[in-house]
């Protein structure tokens, strides 16, 4: 299937367990990939045949700066719950959500949480 992909959408949040994550907050990096039928806008060259991109940007912006969640799989799902809510097109959504700086001792890059969420409840 056709998908739209918005890679490493950045954003300041205040989700975590630990106090100081509500306090301070800190860096999140979303990856969302919606999957639907392009042929559609393919052909026509139009924006209402698709869905825009700032729109879903503005969306999940709202969700990770503007909501507050204990677990980045609680914000991974409140994502994947609206997209396709709001996107009735979208049959299927891959939500990436990357915390790079996590109050955990260790070396490593960053953690995450991938889910993939679709219209039917089921992955095809």
Request: glycine share 6%; hydrophobic share 35%.
């Amino acid at each position: 299937m056709d998908r739209i992909i918005l890679s490493k959408m950045q954003f300041y949040g205040y989700h975590g367990v630990f106090e100081e994550e509500n306090k301070l907050g800190q860096r999140f990096y979303v990856d969302l990939e919606a999957y639907f039928d392009l042929s559609k806008p393919g052909h026509s060259d139009n924006l209402e045949d698709t869905i825009n991109y700032a729109d879903i940007y503005s969306t999940i912006r709202q969700i990770v700066e503007g909501e507050r969640y204990q677990l980045v799989e609680a914000v991974a799902e409140r994502i994947a719950a609206k997209i396709l809510t709001k996107y009735p097109v979208i049959q299927e959504t891959l939500v990436r959500v990357t915390k790079p700086d996590p109050p955990i001792p260790g070396h490593y890059q960053s953690v995450a949480v991938e889910i993939i969420r679709s219209r039917s409840g089921e992955r095809d």
